[in-house]
């Protein structure tokens, strides 16, 4: 038996999940009778974000994540020369078209799915693992009333600490590749487009509720090959829940999430078509937090602008990425921010045709201005390979 | 170039010894034959029995993948909960919950209604253990705009209620293709499942389905329970802790079993029938050796002069042993290759006509498809072979040791020595071994012992056959000389006293095949008069309704007795369910049937052997089949643990009742105490009294106006199940009918070889007695009357080695391989015709195959000396 | 007083593809009781003339009498009987049945006449005492000597009193001395019991001891005036 094929053919029909930021653009496909058919909550604009409530899961919408990325640091002597590594640690949940009135325990209510990377500049490769499980008889599952998701020994939680201050924890044990991690919050959330309600195309449906934690001082054990690494660093954290992203049409897309030195945080995305051009973009800056009030700019689809500097085609799989992208939000305008984003290393492309299906990039990036680097954070490329078939 | 031993022209010796063999075809040919069924038989058992462990072992394997440990439950399940309590031990690295059904589909191409396995997986969870049970969604009802519309759907098809993944031998059997629909019974409603992809992992001939394990908990009503879960350790676990740590997290009734451990209960599943077969397929070419024996002494015999001639020409004893062989190897090649072709021919035309298990219904769920082995053929190739070495060794040997000169005399003496006595004592020291074998208990489940013993027992039969013929026709010969018997009559005793050895070794034969078809006569009219008896007593009731036949998916909920109830004429109905519990998880599991039982009347329901004992209060009483009983060592009064509804429950074991249905053992216990355990049992039959002048008829009638969807039960009248059961038993005998008729005609031919030959030799003697005046009617007569004495004798030596066969057969080889008792049952009308039939025929055959020597003229037969 | 064999004419032919006159116009005439023998160059058909009388050879022409019956005339069954009843017989290589004993290869001819075995036994031991082998009546046969054996054949041919006994060459596997124990015996009981015999053979010897000697050749037979009156 080749399980080889056999896993990429389930991995691909999973890779159809609406797990990266993906969906369709109609849920109501059953044919005959819609007895039994999930109905998805539309993303609303004006619906206020509630916390700690919204820490946690959201069931009843169709996808929902929590991605972490940093840089972090190797601690101890033998390591004081050794450049920083990247991470991510994203765990997805997926509420799967399956008839309701199934009073089984076993029916497939809620997918939960985990992906975890480790990028490392000497070794120029992205290590990387994952899991996929329904949700259920506590195996794999999500909470409603605060950050906590896992699939069997995976997980990752949220606890309020001193000062209504967050703590995450995740704990992703492996021998190959794992992390002990906690992710402590330094300022407070980030709330992108209106809000929290974010939209991701031209159609008022086309949207998710955002936030992210940015600047969140990590700590912790990382696992390389049996080795165990005492890390620190700095991480970013998103949160999005939605029942509908994309718009028809929409073949991929490019996300960055930076944390910038000065304290600040910038997101920036768009969505390109097939031709290569912005469907749809968005973006979010706040200042640093010196003052007592930080700045927060939004920006939209016109004034959000990505242009790739340079690109690096993989051997592997032929896609050719735009590795070095300039960012300018607010473009137009006088106070315009330009980022030149350069990648810690070209090879993070993560060839998951036989695990996800689908060919992303997803990497360490330092951002700079005019040469000088002001953040640091990842930079996410999608629909390079083939077109996100969702 | 010069040819080894070729002067100027002249044929090579093998060529001149070739002519001698020329002369007699029909004795060679009836080798080639004999040897080739022999051959053909066994090949063709074996072939069958390889292909049906190998789609059996296959569809394990397949089902399986890499698990190291296998949890099975019994057939009703387990309650789910243990799922999450091994998934969470620390040695257990992936854990994948299965729930097994065997769908009714209905209305397709393969039936009105067929089984269907459907395996109910987490496609997430299986792919960690077993990726060849991942389904491929199938692109179906793509738009133009690409595969978009079909792959949105797809994650969602994979957990769908309602989809359903067919391997592709399914696919065809059914006659179905992605995006059709099946049509499934499950209990009283018919549910439609869509086919939304395929299984390209399952192999050629495995007809297996998949669905979501949420799906199937819920479209065959086993909400809350798992047929099993397949784990994988942690590396570097050690597999005996992991059992223990399972154990205690385990419900009762649940099992621990390894791949290998699946494999050896499939294989046991059929080991008995297999090694049945194949010993009556061994016994046909034995049959042969024996034929081979015959006559390649015969035709030794017969070219002594040729033989002693070459020798006296200066031919090494070597060379003419080399030579000798070589020709018994060729006939032997000869018939094992025919043998081979046939056993191959064979075992295609019935896996494709009556499947792989010859009907024996123990590997469902498979389209056996024929696979040639190589090793099996050359493994029959080279039994056949072997056979005809084995039977022409000691001819050979013989002629090695013949002298020059006696070859060599003008008229030989053609009656090798006479050593009637010679066999006695090993034959009489067999026939204590074989006294000793019968007591002797199965050898790891196979009756071993009793298979050597019945060899032993034919092989003393030949051995002693020569001493008792020569004692019992120096009687009948005394005996007729006191008369004045017609003097045809008088040689024809006097020659059957003086028989050569060839002669014996004919009659040998005749004694060994008619010994075998007595003792499987015996023992299958013993097996069926038992299973009559046993149908009769346990049928009770007037009709039997029956919704389970195929697959386990259908049922009769409570609203369908209450309905049955009520339909007029019905007086009382009592429903029957069936399950399965395991009691050892290397055997195959036994079959639990649950129904009404009057604890102070068990016999009123089971065919009980010996009383019942009254269960102590409080306790469970139940019914162990005798199969159950010999298998796990259950006798009335002990106790037995069964897991009922994850519970084990202390039973009392208050009867035996013999049982010929369920090799591997049922147990019995009351509804009411079963319900006690398991709340949602479900029946799957019911036995229905009817009122006094009610018709089955009119009730049938009246049962199927009330009862909805009555097509899915079947209703059946206790005489046409008997009728239905004794025909497939008959079936499943048909085989053992066909093996014992060829050991028949082998012997048989062995008569006809042995008189032809003999007819040849004693020309001269029959033209003497033409000289002296007896016509060619009176030979004939005598010719007839000796083949009739000696297939008389035959049939009694045959006949008394047949019936001590048959007591082994019926109360040896039957409970050690099947583990039911049977009372001896002797069909001495069918017995008396097949000797009679035995006797004409060997007069027949005798007086036929000596027609040549009569019709040549006495004249030419006295030749010689004129 | 006709004669018991009358052989008139007789003609006899051999071989299919190229067929040879064995003998032709053979006229012979055996009256009862008498002793005649049959010589000849080997080929010439001796043996083929005896079983021309025996009726087991039908002859190409002419006719042979026995009794005065025209054995052509007579099918199968009636020559069986003829010879059962009116002929017996001396071969060369003996020819008793192997699995019988003396005396019941001596009975075997009045057991083919339904003779009782009660009055069988007695005249066919009755023979074996002539023959001289009453001591061994239950022995079987497979223990004689050449010239015991066909001691027993000459008591086989004559128990049953055939008015006809052919003899083939009765010496032709013995040594000198059985040869003349032989001859003198079946003289000596051809005799006692007034049976005809015809006797084949090539040795003089043994023609000696007949009434009369014809030399067979291919046109027929003739007396041999030498051994004529022996």
């Known amino acids: ?390 | 170039m010069t040819r080894r031993g070729s002067i100027a022209g002249l044929p090579p010796l093998a060529a001149w010894m070739a002519g001698a063999a020329r002369a007699s075809v029909g004795r060679t040919l009836a080798v080639v034959i004999a040897i080739a069924i022999g051959v053909g038989m066994g090949l063709a058992v074996y072939l069958i029995n390889r292909t049906a462990l190998d789609e059996f072992s296959g569809a394990v394997q397949f089902l399986l993948g890499d698990t190291d440990l296998e949890l099975r439950g019994p057939r009703d399940g387990f309650d789910e909960a243990a799922y999450a309590r091994v998934a969470r031990l620390p040695e257990v690295a992936a854990a994948s919950p299965v729930i097994e059904a065997n769908a009714r589909v209905e209305g397709s191409r393969a039936g009105a209604a067929v089984a269907l396995r459907v395996v109910g997986i987490d496609v997430l969870r299986v792919a960690m253990l077993n990726a060849g049970l991942v389904p491929e969604v199938a692109r179906v009802g793509v738009g133009g705009d690409g595969s978009t519309g079909s792959d949105r759907r797809s994650t969602s098809v994979l957990f769908d209620a309602d989809t359903v993944f067919l391997s592709p031998a399914a696919l065809e059997w059914l006659g179905v293709a992605p995006g059709d629909v099946l049509q499934v019974r499950v209990g009283a409603a018919l549910k439609t499942l869509r086919i939304a992809g395929t299984l390209p992992g399952a192999p050629r001939g495995q007809r297996v389905a998949v669905m979501d394990i949420g799906a199937a908990q819920w479209q065959f009503d086993r909400l809350g329970v798992l047929s099993r879960i397949d784990i994988k350790l942690r590396q570097g676990t050690d597999e005996a802790r992991a059992r223990q740590s399972l154990l205690a997290v385990l419900p009762a009734g649940v099992d621990i079993a390894t791949p290998a451990d699946a494999g050896k209960r499939t294989s046991n599943l059929s080991r008995a029938y297999r090694v049945n077969l194949n010993v009556l397929a061994l016994v046909a070419l034995f049959t042969g050796a024996f034929l081979v024996f015959s006559t390649q002494a015969l035709s030794i015999v017969r070219r002594r002069p040729q033989i002693a001639l070459l020798r006296a020409l200066g031919a090494s004893r070597g060379r003419i042993t080399r030579m000798l062989l070589l020709e018994s190897l060729a006939v032997g090649a000869i018939g094992a290759a025919a043998g081979v072709a046939l056993g191959i021919g064979v075992a295609a035309i019935a896996i494709a006509r009556f499947g792989a298990d010859l009907g024996g219904g123990y590997f469902p769920g498979i389209e056996p498809r024929f696979v040639l082995e190589p090793f099996g053929v050359a493994l029959f190739f080279a039994l056949g072979i072997a056979a005809t070495l084995a039977g022409s060794a000691a001819p050979i040997l013989a002629a090695r040791r013949e002298p020059i000169a006696g070859g060599l005399r003008a008229f030989p003496q053609a009656l090798p020595s006479r050593r009637s006595r010679a066999g006695v004592l090993p034959g009489l020291l067999l026939v204590g071994l074989a006294g000793v074998l019968v007591v002797l208990p199965a050898w790891s489940a196979l009756p071993l012992a009793g298979y050597l013993s019945i060899a032993l027992l034919l092989v003393a039969g030949m051995l002693l056959t020569p001493s008792i013929g020569r004692r019992v026709f120096q009687s009948v010969e005394a005996a007729l000389r006191r008369t004045d018997a017609p003097a045809w009559l008088q040689l024809a005793a006097s020659r059957a006293r003086a028989a050569t050895g060839m002669t014996t070794l004919a009659l040998a034969s005749v004694v060994a095949s008619f010994a075998v078809m007595v003792a499987m006569a015996i023992m299958v009219s013993s097996f069926r008069s038992s299973v009559d008896q046993w149908l009769v007593s346990v049928l009770p009731a007037d009709l039997y309704l029956r919704s389970a036949r195929d697959g386990d998916t259908g049922y009769l909920s409570p609203q369908d007795l209450a309905l049955m109830r009520a339909v007029p004429g019905v007086a009382t109905i009592e429903a029957l369910g069936t399950g399965s519990i395991t009691l050892d998880p290397l055997r195959p599991a036994v079959a639990l049937i649950v129904r009404p039982i009057d604890a102070s009347d068990p016999g009123a329901r089971l065919p009980l052997i010996g009383r019942a004992l009254p269960a102590p209060s409080g306790r469970v009483a139940v019914y162990v089949s005798e199969p159950a009983a010999r298998i796990y060592g259950l006798q009335p009064g002990q106790t037995v643990t069964l897991a009922l509804g994850g519970q084990a429950v202390e039973c009392f074991v208050a009867a035996v009742w013999r049982d010929y249905s369920r090799q591997f053992g049922a147990i019995t216990l009351d509804t009411d105490d079963y319900r006690r355990f398991v709340p949602g049992a479900r029946p799957t039959d019911a036995a229905i009294w009817l009122a006094p002048g009610a018709t089955a008829a009119a009730v049938t009638a009246s049962l199927a106006a009330a009862l909805p969807d009555f097509e899915r039960f079947e209703l059946a009248e206790p005489g046409a199940i008997r009728a239905y059961s004794l025909r497939i038993f008959d079936r499943s005998f048909a085989i053992t009918y066909l093996l014992e008729a060829v050991a028949v005609v082998i012997g048989l031919f062995g008569v006809a070889s042995t008189f032809s030959a003999e007819a040849l030799a004693r020309g001269r003697e029959f033209g003497v007695q033409r000289c002296l005046g007896m016509t060619r009617r009176e030979i004939a007569l005598q010719l007839a009357a000796e083949g009739a004495l000696f297939a008389a004798l035959g049939a009694l030596i045959g006949g008394l080695l047949g019936l001590a066969i048959s007591l082994v057969l019926i109360d040896v080889i039957n409970p050690q391989s099947f583990n039911w008792t049977m009372p001896l049952d002797l069909p001495a009308g069918f017995l008396a015709v097949l000797a009679v039939a035995l006797v004409l025929a060997a007069s027949v055959t005798a007086v036929v195959s000596a027609r040549g020597a009569l019709s040549v003229a006495a004249v030419r037969a006295v030749r010689d000396d004129w | 007083m006709s004669a018991l064999l009358e052989l008139i004419d007789v003609g006899k032919r051999v071989g299919i593809d190229r067929p040879r006159t064995l003998f032709e116009g053979l006229s012979l005439s055996v009256q009862a009781g008498e002793s005649v023998a049959l010589v000849g160059e080997s080929g010439t058909g001796k043996s083929t003339l005896l079983n021309v009388m025996a009726g087991l050879d039908r002859a190409d022409r002419g006719r042979v009498l026995l009794d005065g019956i025209d054995l052509e005339t007579l099918g199968d069954d009636a020559l069986a009987s003829l010879r059962r009843r009116r002929i017996g017989f001396v071969f060369q290589a003996f020819h008793l049945l192997p699995q019988l004993t003396l005396l019941q290869n001596v009975a075997l001819p009045l057991q083919l006449l339904d003779v009782p075995r009660l009055e069988a036994r007695p005249r066919a031991l009755a023979m074996l005492e002539a023959v001289g082998l009453g001591g061994r009546a239950d022995d079987p046969v497979q223990q004689l000597s050449g010239g015991e054996a066909q001691r027993v054949a000459v008591a086989r041919a004559l128990v049953h009193r055939p008015a006809l006994v052919l003899a083939d060459e009765p010496t032709g596997n013995l040594d000198s001395d059985a040869a003349d124990g032989v001859l003198e015996l079946l003289r000596t009981q051809v005799k006692a019991h007034g049976a005809a015999c015809v006797l084949v053979t090539h040795s003089m010897r043994a023609a000696g001891s007949a009434d009369r000697v014809q030399r067979l050749t291919a046109h027929g037979v003739a007396p041999e005036p030498e051994a004529g009156t022996a």
């Open chain 1, 1 to 390: 038996m080749n399980s080889f094929g056999a896993r990429r053919r389930l991995l691909a029909a999973l890779a159809a999940l609406p797990s990266l930021p993906a969906a369709g653009q109609s849920t109501a496909v059953q044919p005959g009778d819609t007895a039994g058919q999930p109905r998805y909550p539309t993303v609303r604009r004006g619906v206020p974000l509630v916390f700690p409530r919204d820490f946690g899961a959201h069931p009843e919408y169709r996808t929902e994540w929590w991605y972490a990325t940093g840089w972090l640091q190797v601690l101890g002597a033998a390591h004081a020369k050794a450049p920083p590594l990247g991470f991510q640690i994203t765990f997805f949940r997926s509420r799967p078209q399956v008839d309701t009135r199934n009073p089984s325990r076993f029916a497939a209510r809620e997918l939960v799915l985990a992906h975890i990377g480790l990028s490392d500049e000497r070794q120029r490769s992205l290590a990387h693992d994952q899991r996929t499980a329904r949700a259920g008889f506590d195996l794999a599952g999500s909470s409603t009333t605060d950050t906590d998701v896992w699939i069997d020994d995976w997980r990752f939680s949220r606890r309020t600490a001193r000062a209504g201050a967050s703590r995450y924890i995740a704990s992703i044990p492996g021998n190959r590749l794992g992390f002990e991690l906690q992710l402590d919050s330094t300022q407070s959330l980030l709330l992108h487009g209106e809000a929290g309600f974010s939209q991701k195309g031209p159609l008022e449906r086309q949207a998710s509720y955002y936030y992210t934690q940015p600047h969140l001082a990590v700590s912790g054990r990382v696992v390389r090959d049996s080795a165990a690494l005492e890390v620190t660093g700095r991480a970013w954290l998103d949160h999005e829940w939605s029942s509908e992203i994309l718009a028809e049409g929409a073949t991929g897309w490019d996300w960055i999430g930076i944390n910038l030195d000065d304290g600040g945080a910038l997101m920036a995305f768009r969505i390109r078509d097939r031709s290569g051009r912005t469907l749809y973009a968005s973006g979010t800056w706040r200042s640093g937090a010196q003052g007592a009030a930080p700045r927060l700019r939004t920006f939209g689809p016109r004034s959000v602008v990505f242009e790739p500097q340079r690109t690096w085609r993989s051997a592997r799989t032929g896609a050719t990425w735009p590795v070095g992208m300039r960012v300018t939000l607010g473009a137009g305008s006088p106070d315009a921010l330009t980022l030149d984003l350069e990648a810690m290393f070209d090879d993070q492309e993560l060839d998951a045709r036989t695990s996800t299906g689908i060919v992303y990039w997803e990497g360490a990036v330092t951002a700079r201005q005019q040469g000088r680097p002001i953040g640091r954070g990842y930079l996410e490329l999608t629909g390079y390979h083939t077109a996100v078939v969702l």
